[in-house]
């Protein structure tokens, strides 16, 4: 009976964590166990140290090639892959430099601002390919009813591309415009933008005293 008990004993844990700390352990190991996770745990503990180091044997091209693209992809914001992949592999040069403007542009910090950027370089970038292909179909040879159609449907995704491109940019303006402080000093104040309008009333009815 006494050993029953202290086997019982030693397979409980001496201390016990809160519901708070046992879920964010679990959500760590979880992230852990992803392709990306596991992923770059390699990287960082065996493959890069041994490229940096020049070490015998160098890990095995493709094994790496598929660490590093995981890796890039689940930090997507931060080295577009994600973006590469939604576009032609043509724009990959051109998509990531102006991603790196617009942040430097509009100092963009916070994942919701970075992933406007990619949302407005994609945009522009189907932008750009849709007006290529319809360039193409506009060639007389090409004028058939089919292709009168295709240039109908072209046209639709290039406005609809622009549309995107442009709320977008202008979501991200929003985000980037310092807060407005306003103080008032009066209980009736409209305000405006750049203007300001008081009620005046009173005043009004001290100027029309007799003196």
């Known amino acids: 009976m006494t050993g029953e008990i202290n086997k019982k004993a030693n397979a409980e844990p001496s201390k016990k964590l809160t519901l708070d700390g046992a879920k964010r352990y679990a959500v760590e190991v979880f992230k852990l166990a992803t392709g990306a996770g596991q992923a770059l745990k390699k990287l ?16 095995e091209e493709k094994d790496l090639e598929k660490n590093m693209k995981s890796v890039s992809l689940a930090y997507s914001l931060e080295s577009g892959q994600a973006l590469l992949d939604s576009i032609e592999s043509k724009y990959g040069g051109f998509a990531l430099q102006f ?31 849709y007006s290529k292909q319809m360039d193409i179909c506009k060639a007389p040879k090409y004028l058939s009813h089919e292709n009168i ?14 549309r995107q491109f442009i709320s977008a940019l202008e979501v991200l303006k929003f985000m980037k415009q310092p807060k ?9 104040a409209f305000v405006g933008e750049n203007q300001q309008f008081n009620n005046t009333h009173n005043q009004k009815d001290e100027n029309n005293k007799p003196k």
């Open 149 to 162: 159609a295709l240039l109908n449907f072209y046209s639709r995704e290039i406005d609809r591309a622009h």
């Open 180 to 188: 407005l402080n306003v103080n008032i000093k009066t209980n009736n």
């Open 99 to 129: 991603k790196k403007e617009l942040e430097e542009e509009f100092r963009c910090k916070k994942p919701s601002e970075k992933a406007l950027v990619d949302q407005i370089v994609n945009a522009h970038i189907r932008k750009i390919t």
């Open 44 to 59: 960082a503990e065996d493959q890069l140290p041994r490229i940096i180091l020049k070490e015998d044997p160098q890990p």
